[in-house]
């Protein structure tokens, strides 16, 4: 088990262990492309393909230990968001954050952004006096509950949209539209109340000692 992991436990414990679940937020970025499943791990990044270009997309999701999704996030690479992109059928998903990066991945700038759109407004305390607790992965020891458990359970139910989606049309691009209509139908499989308060048990409350 690696010492950051032990580190996290005695600290939380010991110092946050007071803060209420539904104020403890774990953060995270996973990569999804139209054929594999990869990791945030800029060595490993994850391609979107579509008929001409390559292009570079990933998500930002964010969990409450009492088993609430935070509006996840879409990154996409490139300079602006494009009107194409979004179908009529995407008004559910009206209030997701979606914003463009040179790389397709998040940078300080969008990390400010996302603290200001999303998690703030998001997970203000019934209380004013309550604390706040935010996890990040930090990629030294990968061992949050979302890249551990929820984003497990995230990506296989990708893969099989992926799956369905190759089997009915064999010729049409994996394009940005394509994309986000099968992370729509994953994330409801995936990010399920259920998935989320296993994995804070297993990865966030339980000392693995």
């Known amino acids: 088990m690696p010492k950051a992991v032990h580190w996290y436990f005695d600290i939380r414990e010991g110092q946050y262990g007071w803060i209420k679940p539904e104020n403890t937020v774990n953060v995270d970025e996973v990569g999804l492309d139209s054929l594999v499943v ?3 791990d800029p060595r490993r990044k994850a391609v979107l393909k579509g008929p001409h270009t390559r292009n570079w997309t990933s998500f930002i999701e964010a969990i409450t230990a009492d088993g609430r999704a935070l509006v996840p996030g879409i990154i996409f690479k490139g300079k602006e968001l494009q009107k194409q992109w979004f179908l009529e059928e995407f008004k559910q998903i009206a209030d997701w954050y979606y914003i463009t990066s040179p ?3 998040t ?3 969008i990390g400010i952004e996302w603290l200001g759109r999303v998690y703030l407004p998001q997970t203000t305390p019934a209380d004013e006096s309550d604390a706040r607790l935010i996890i990040l ?3 030294g020891s990968h061992a949050t509950p979302l890249d551990n458990g ?4 995230l990506k296989a139910a990708y893969r099989r949209e992926l799956e369905k989606f190759s089997s009915l049309t064999h010729s049409a691009p994996m394009d940005k539209v394509n994309f986000i209509r099968a992370y ?3 994330r409801r499989v995936g990010m399920t109340k259920k998935n989320i308060l296993s994995t804070i048990q297993d990865h966030l409350m339980d000392n693995p000692t």
């Open 38 to 40: 990869g990791s945030a």
């Open 107 to 109: 940078d300080d700038h």
């Open 137 to 139: 992965d930090g990629h």
């Open 103 to 105: 790389n397709g991945w």
């Open 184 to 186: 729509v139908k994953a």
């Open 150 to 153: 929820v984003f497990n359970a």
